[in-house]
């Protein structure tokens, strides 16, 4: 029997969040940087916010120490109103990877539960497209198109945007710069930037 793995990281929730941002799943702990969200040195999420916000995709990576600038990361997002978590909260690898394709989520994310954190989040965005298919059945929606947004209110009656952007692994062939300019759009059309 595969074994059951659960979410390793609480649910990042700044008291201002404006959007959710969810990939799937942490890769395994022999991948990790750091103890928080996208922590594989190899993922371009932190890249992509770092050209965003700094103009500089290597302003949150602290190439000496081989790790993400965690401090700057929470003060960011704590300034943006960018709240993080992943669409699995409890997964089977299939495979012994971090890749989607080989990952069953057993039991998804307390979406209402995360969100009761955050009272002005108005917009969630999937970094991938398990991600994308995962919220999608959580909110009974449909999976938009890579750069686009579907409308949907929740059972809080709230109303939200509901993006998917393209993967930040980079696994997925996309260039960096193409992959910015997904998040960036998104990120303004939210008035985050």
Known sequence: MIPLEYHPFEPYVPANAKILIMGTFPPKRERWS???????????FWRIMGVIFYGDKDYLYDAGKRTFKL?????????KGIALN????????????ASDKFLEIVEPIPLMDVLS????????ATTGEKAGET????T???????????????SDRRHVDIFRMPS????Y?????????YYAEMLQQIGIF
Do not use: Q, W
């Not at 062939?173 to 300019?181: A, D, F, G, Q, T």
């Open 34 to 44: 750091m103890d928080f969200y996208y922590p594989n040195r190899i993922n371009d």
């Open 71 to 79: 401090p700057l990361i929470k003060a960011l997002l704590d300034e």
């Open 86 to 97: 992943d669409t699995g909260h409890a997964v089977r690898r299939l495979k012994d990877n």
């Open 117 to 124: 954190k955050a009272p002005s989040c108005h917009a969630l």
């Open 135 to 138: 919220l999608a059945a959580i």
């Open 140 to 154: 009974g929606t449909t999976v938009p198109k890579i750069g686009e947004s579907v409308s949907a209110t929740l």
């Open 168 to 171: 930040t692994s980079r696994a």
């Open 173 to 181: 062939p996309l260039p960096l710069e193409k992959k910015v300019r």
